[in-house]
């Protein structure tokens, strides 16, 4: 059942606010905007009925406070008032109020109203959840589009998505660089990491698929992988508009073959001026790498992939990640397990 709040400093308002509602919603009546914000702290409404002309703290300025909060600023609120004033009501809308509704109040109106809202509130929800479904389709089909070309690479990106969500949950418990993850949605950054080797595309099959080792004019050309990658990723964002979803994807792609201590590429970037993204991609991607076959190498075993990883922390990885990647690397080993599992059950 939806909460909703009805602050008016008038009993009788509020009363058959109750009266009407109470049957179709949990209803809770206040009768000033302090009495509000103590309630908002236990109880988060799915709409607010507030009244403007109240004592102590009006309405303008709840909302204002409401907006001001990241917890409370998504919350609809309608404005109860007596004024006909447009300007009043101009104000509001300029403010963030989502409706107004004149006192004495229809009660048609008042319940039409409430669930005009609501369900708007529903439908943009459902709306959002459907695009970012959509988002993340399309980016694993052009991640499978990449992988299937790179022959040698099977079930790199799925691996190497969980290696990095493993990372970034411990990240999140210890407070690492939480001042640049606190806003980050963790699952649109796992969901972007699949497009790190998208600009393998533009890559040659004769390199991509070279059975032995690159000769040096080989490698030259495979490191371009990086910054096509970036463009290939700055088109999309150019015709779409999907910048913040796919500033993590460029970061990824761009970055994650740069080095610690400067030796990497492809601008040869050192310590921090490495993006976060291309510094915890590098310590997943080269484990994966250590551990799966290549026509030029066995694979490694877990524990020696981890030796040569720890070996280079502070000159090939940032050391405060290999501190945290020590402790989670047992999750990593299970990874493999896991999928080497699913392979045999396909």
């Given amino acids: 059942m939806k909460t909703i709040y009805i602050v008016d400093d008038n009993d009788i308002n509020l009363a058959i606010a109750e009266q009407v509602l109470e049957d ?28 403007i002309e109240m004592p102590v703290m009006n309405g303008f300025d709840a909302l204002a ?15 109860l008032t007596a004024s006909t004033d447009s300007e009043i009501e101009a104000r509001g809308f300029a403010m963030g109020a989502v409706d ?22 529903e439908m943009i929800k459902k709306r959002t959840m459907h695009i970012e479904q959509l988002k993340n389709g399309i980016i694993s089909v052009i991640a499978d589009i990449v992988e299937q070309r790179d022959k040698v690479t099977g079930g790199h990106i799925e691996r ?66 990086t910054t096509e990658g970036e463009d290939i990723i700055g088109q999309i964002v150019a015709q779409t508009g999907e910048e913040d979803f796919l500033a993590h994807a460029k970061l990824f792609a761009g970055c994650h073959h740069e080095r610690w201590d400067g030796k990497g590429y492809p601008r040869a970037l050192v310590g921090a001026e490495i993006p976060l993204q291309g510094r915890i991609m590098a310590i997943v991607d080269v484990y994966d790498a250590l551990i799966s076959a290549r026509p030029y190498k066995p694979a490694f075993s877990h524990e020696d992939a981890v030796s ?3 070996k280079e922390s502070g000159t090939a ?16 080993a299970q990874t493999v397990k896991d999928a080497a599992l699913d392979f045999i059950h396909l």
Avoid: C
């Fill in 24 to 51: 179709s919603y949990r209803v809770l009546t206040l009768d000033s905007a302090a009495r509000m914000f103590a309630m908002i702290a236990k109880i988060t409404p799915d709409l607010i009925l507030l009244d």
């Fill in 65 to 79: 406070e409401l907006k001001r909060n990241p917890l409370t600023a998504s919350i609809p609120v309608i404005f």
């Fill in 100 to 121: 107004f509704i004149s006192k004495p109040f229809s009660v048609p109106v008042l319940r039409n109203r409430l669930m005009t809202h609501l369900n708007i509130d």
């Fill in 160 to 225: 190497t998505s969980a290696y990095l969500k493993i990372l970034i949950d411990e990240m999140q418990k210890r407070g690492l660089y939480a001042n640049e993850i606190k806003n980050w949605d963790i699952n649109v950054v796992i969901s972007s990491a699949k497009l790190h080797d998208v600009g393998k595309i533009k890559i040659t099959d004769l390199i991509l698929n070279k059975p032995g080792k690159l000769t040096p004019e080989e490698f030259s050309e495979m490191r371009l992988h």
């Fill in 308 to 310: 040569i990883i720890e």
């Fill in 317 to 332: 990885f940032d050391p405060a990640l290999i501190d945290i990647f020590k402790d989670v690397k047992p999750l990593f």
